[in-house]
């Protein structure tokens, strides 16, 4: 498609649970990119796939996050056991020629 | 690391104004930079971006910026502000294509009649 698309819109979560977040890239972009805005305006930067394969994890917390992108699939950010300090809006952003488009975004509430 | 600032956290302009929007960075070298506007409850929309080449570059919704590097700064500028202006603009850089976006911490634009 011509725009980043992510599911779902909102996501609310008891803490403990499970949530898990999808992200389909601008077709033809090769690379994707996760970030996390909390308190409205700091982006902290995830992970990032070239493809299917993991460019930069810098960002990502050890423990508890992971991600993937497949071949023919959503590209998906999972949080085990979520916790009140996950609450956040995760940007999804695909890059095909430099600069990263970003998708709406998936607002998580942990109770 | 690299670190990006945008000394304005709010800036109140009246419609048709002109409108500059300040940003500096630390880098040790010429990083992609770029401007991305959000309105509320709304993702991220690329305004315009620099890589290399002319300082003074284009954007959507008539916005312009100019790269300075003996000032490591990328502000953002617009001749006659438009109520639909209003939003949260962040300031951003990267290593280069395909690296992570490091952002400031956003100015929030309000527009007065």
């Known amino acids: 498609g011509e725009e980043v698309a992510q599911t779902p819109k909102h996501l609310v979560r008891g803490e403990g649970q499970k949530a898990k977040l999808y992200c389909a890239p601008i077709?033809?972009?090769?690379?994707v990119f996760w970030y996390q805005q909390v308190l409205k305006n700091e982006f902290k930067f995830l992970i990032s796939?070239?493809?299917?394969?993991?460019?930069?994890e810098t960002g990502m917390p050890k423990e508890r996050f992971s991600a993937k992108c497949l071949p023919n699939s959503p590209c998906s950010l999972e949080i085990q056991a979520t916790k009140l300090e996950d609450s956040a809006v995760y940007f999804c952003?695909?890059?095909?020629?430099?600069?990263?488009?970003f998708g709406p975004g998936t607002r998580l509430t942990v109770t | 690391a690299q670190s990006v600032t945008q000394p304005d956290i709010h800036i109140t302009v009246s419609e048709g104004a002109s409108l500059e929007l300040r940003c500096n960075y630390s880098y040790g070298a010429t990083p992609y930079l770029f401007w991305y506007v959000q309105s509320p409850g709304q993702g991220l929309q690329l305004l315009l971006k620099?890589?290399?080449?002319?300082?003074l570059v284009q954007g959507i919704k008539g916005f312009e910026a100019e790269f300075k590097r003996s000032q490591s700064s990328f502000n953002l500028r617009k001749p006659s502000v438009h109520w639909s202006d209003a939003a949260e603009y962040f300031c951003a850089v990267a290593l280069g294509g395909y690296q992570k976006v490091t952002f400031g911490i956003g100015t929030k634009l309000q527009v007065i009649p």
């Open positions: 620099y890589f290399s080449g002319d300082t």
């Open positions: 796939f070239q493809n299917e394969n993991v460019f930069d």
């Open positions: 077709k033809g972009h090769s690379y």
């Open positions: 952003a695909s890059s095909g020629g430099g600069e990263q488009y």
